[in-house]
């Protein structure tokens, strides 16, 4: 109340009472504060009659409306008739300022749409958003409905959006579901009150010979499936790898000053490994025995440890007590790998054009790109499974599968064209 907030503060004096209605401190704030607030607004009304503004109507409706509104609260409260016995209600006053505003906005839409009718749009918008604001106040003022409807036909750009364009019997392609999408798109979503879109086939039904704009959208160049094979062959080595164990007989220690196996005058002692061993150039395979020291040369050329006959001779007696010794080969892991790679691309640029329906002046003009691409990987490999990637066996799992059909091809490689269009269009009619 002190700060001049009339209204809040005889509300927040009402809440009080209707919880304790004998509030000594709210009933006080009410009788002094609901004659500065009645004098507040009716001062504020006074001076907006007197004023020159074509609609000062409105602003003095919701001055009456704000007093309407304490009498209702404070009529609902029964502690608050105590402190106000006859609050006043204005209903009557505000019906008043509520019908001469309606009639100001009327007329106002009337003389905005003579002038829409002659084809002036801006004037047609003025003249819908006057009558929309008229049955605000007072609904169905007048036949105000009706001049609604009328106004908002004469302020509405009629866009008819052609077909594309495009049919392939070749490859049996028809662009039917990407037009379709495209018409659902502007016939549903609410680009701008103004602006309607009718395909050719509706402007044909409902009459419309001249459009105000024309979308036309025509593919310059598309290309469905193209496909490219490649090849590549990969040499793969992979180093410290275990290339094979096996298992040999270690001489003990009988006594101080004897020898453990191996002397330094000679490797007579070495160990024995069998080996399944293939000549180069032979497909014949034998069993062998070679020294320890030979064996990593033997391994690399693909030799194997142990019989051919898989009965294994690898236990090699020194004639003195001994414990078993599992020992490891390291080496190079080495294979070749042959990765196919088949790539089908799809692409297009599709022309976007907006036109004047009068003159057949272009508005607007895009190029709009679409690209997908398609593709599969397989493979084999020769040599050593060891040398390959945690990818390259992927790969080899692989099969060589064909790709979609041309009419799949063509909806992929279409859908970030559709995402471009629709975005132009919004931008271009969303402040039309």
């Known amino acids: 109340m002190q700060r001049g907030n009339y209204d809040e503060a005889i509300l927040k ?45 409105e602003p003095i409706a919701r001055e009456y409306a704000a007093l309407i509104n304490l009498y209702d609260e404070i009529s609902r409260c029964p502690g608050c008739l105590s402190a106000i016995p006859n609050p006043e209600s204005y209903s009557i006053e505000n019906e008043r300022a509520r019908l001469n505003a309606a009639s100001d906005r009327f007329d106002a839409g009337l003389a905005a749409f003579e002038k829409g009718k002659n084809g002036d749009r801006n004037e047609a918008r003025d003249a819908f958003t ?46 039917e579901f990407f037009d379709n999408k495209i018409n659902e798109f502007l016939l549903q979503a609410p680009v701008n009150r103004f602006v ?11 009459g419309i010979d001249k459009p105000d704009q024309i979308i036309q959208l025509a593919f310059d160049d598309f290309v469905v499936g193209q496909t490219y094979m490649h090849e590549k062959e990969m040499a793969l080595v992979k180093d410290s790898i275990v290339l094979a164990t096996y298992e040999v007989d270690v001489p003990q220690n ?53 019989s051919c006959d898989a009965s294994s001779t690898n236990k090699p007696s020194t004639g003195t007590s001994s414990k078993k010794e599992i020992r490891k080969v390291y080496g190079q892991a080495k294979a070749t790998m042959h990765i196919f790679t088949r790539t089908v691309e799809s692409k297009g640029l599709l022309d976007l054009r907006i036109l004047d329906g009068y003159t057949r002046r272009v508005l607007s003009q895009e190029k709009l790109p679409g690209v997908f691409v398609w593709q599969s990987q397989w493979g084999y490999y020769n040599g050593d499974q ?25 909806m992929q490689f279409t859908q970030p064209i559709y995402q ?13």
């Open 130 to 175: 006057h009558f929309t604001q008229a049955n605000n106040w007072i609904r169905n003022y007048k036949d105000v409905e009706q001049k609604i409807k009328d106004a908002e036909y004469y302020a509405t750009v009629r866009v008819v959006v052609e077909p594309i364009p495009m049919h392939s019997q070749t490859l049996k392609i028809s662009n």
């Open 420 to 432: 471009q269009l629709t975005a132009k269009i919004s931008q271009f009619y969303r402040n039309y």
């Open 386 to 410: 060891r040398a390959l990637e945690r990818n390259h066996h992927q790969i080899i799992k692989n099969k060589d599968v064909p790709p979609p059909p041309p009419q799949d091809l063509f």
């Open 254 to 306: 009988t006594g101080s000053g004897q020898s453990s196996g191996n002397n330094s005058g000679g490797n007579t002692n070495e160990n024995k490994i069998t080996i399944c061993h293939t000549a180069p150039g032979s497909s014949q395979s034998q069993t062998i025995v070679v020294a320890e020291s030979a064996l990593k040369a033997h391994l690399d050329h693909n030799d194997k440890i142990g």
């Open 13 to 57: 004096a009402v809440n009080r009472l209707r919880s304790n209605t004998n509030h000594k401190k709210s009933l006080d704030i009410l009788r002094q504060t609901y004659p500065l607030a009645q004098q507040w607004h009716l001062s504020r009304i006074r001076n907006m009659e007197a004023s020159y503004d074509r609609f000062k109507w």
């Open 196 to 206: 309607k879109f009718y395909t050719t086939k509706e402007a044909k039904r409902l």
